[in-house]
């Protein structure tokens, strides 16, 4: 147990709407990350948050937005659904604020656009 | 060309045999090497993190870095049927603002008993 939680684990939802995924980090960790995994794409980071503030900035659509509330856990917000936007979505956490920390993984949750 | 290439697999070997698994990258500020292992429907585990070049041993679990070939391998002894899982490497320069975790494609192995 990486000590990371994600809810919901899976989502259903159609095209056009909006859904709002959340993360509790690790006691103690200030460093929340999202990354989006899909088949064809890999990993890949979307943004990260430090201690409630936008640190660094990933492959993130406009229509993704993110934050990070004072008692560490962050939400990733994804509106005007598309097919396209059907995969995993990771939560991970750190220490610090490098990307040279090692990041603690909570078990993702999936997204699936009908 | 990504940053960083991974031999998707799959690659399938029978119990006890020695794994390597290889990334190869473009950055040369890459300082930072890491690899995770994915079981399915679970989230990446950090298994192993390095500096710089060189070996570094954990168990059964050993991570080579070649900079200078920009080549990193992860090598697996005796492996187990519980080894079978995705296998994704990642690496960072570490330099501020100007870094991220960059992942391979990850590759999936499966250990036969």
Same mark, same amino acid.
């Given at each position: 147990?990486?000590?990371?939680?994600q809810?919901?684990?899976?989502?259903?939802?159609?095209?056009?709407?909006? =859904?709002? #995924?959340?993360?509790?980090?690790?006691?103690?960790?200030l460093?929340?990350?999202?990354y989006?995994?899909?088949?064809?794409?890999?990993l890949?980071?979307?943004?990260?948050?430090? +201690?409630?503030?936008?640190?660094?900035?990933?492959?993130?659509?406009?229509?993704?937005?993110?934050?990070?509330?004072?008692?560490?856990?962050?939400?990733?917000?994804?509106?005007?659904?598309?097919?396209?936007?059907?995969? #995993?979505?990771?939560?991970?956490?750190?220490v610090?604020q490098?990307?040279?920390?090692?990041?603690h993984?909570?078990?993702?949750?999936?997204?699936?656009? #009908? | 060309?990504?940053?960083?290439e991974?031999?998707?697999?799959p690659?399938? =070997?029978?119990?006890?045999?020695?794994?390597?698994?290889?990334?190869?990258?473009? +950055?040369?500020?890459?300082q930072?090497?890491?690899?995770?292992?994915?079981?399915?429907?679970?989230?990446?585990?950090?298994?192993?993190?390095?500096?710089?070049?060189?070996?570094?041993?954990?168990?059964?679990?050993?991570? @080579? =870095?070649?900079?200078s070939?920009?080549?990193?391998?992860?090598?697996?002894?005796?492996?187990?049927?519980?080894?079978?899982?995705?296998?994704?490497?990642?690496?960072?320069?570490?330099?501020?603002?100007?870094?991220?975790?960059?992942?391979? @494609?990850?590759?999936?192995?499966?250990?036969?008993p």
């Amino acid at each position: 147990d990486s000590g990371v939680t994600q809810t919901p684990k899976h989502l259903i939802t159609a095209t056009g709407q909006r =859904v709002t #995924l959340r993360c509790s980090p690790r006691s103690g960790d200030l460093s929340v990350y999202w990354y989006q995994q899909s088949l064809d794409q890999g990993l890949q980071f979307l943004i990260q948050y430090y +201690n409630g503030e936008e640190r660094a900035k990933g492959n993130i659509l406009e229509r993704f937005s993110a934050q990070q509330f004072p008692d560490l856990h962050s939400e990733l917000n994804l509106s005007s659904l598309e097919l396209g936007d059907s995969a #995993l979505y990771f939560c991970a956490s750190s220490v610090g604020q490098g990307f040279n920390q090692p990041q603690h993984f909570g078990d993702g949750t999936r997204l699936s656009i #009908l | 060309q990504k940053e960083v290439e991974q031999d998707p697999g799959p690659l399938s =070997v029978p119990e006890g045999a020695i794994v390597s698994l290889n990334c190869t990258y473009s +950055n040369s500020a890459f300082q930072y090497f890491m690899w995770y292992r994915q079981y399915s429907r679970k989230g990446p585990e950090l298994l192993m993190y390095t500096y710089s070049s060189g070996n570094k041993e954990d168990g059964r679990f050993t991570a @080579q =870095v070649d900079k200078s070939s920009k080549y990193i391998s992860l090598f697996i002894r005796d492996s187990q049927p519980s080894d079978s899982a995705t296998y994704l490497c990642a690496m960072t320069s570490g330099i501020q603002g100007a870094q991220k975790l960059v992942f391979g @494609q990850g590759t999936r192995l499966t250990i036969n008993p």
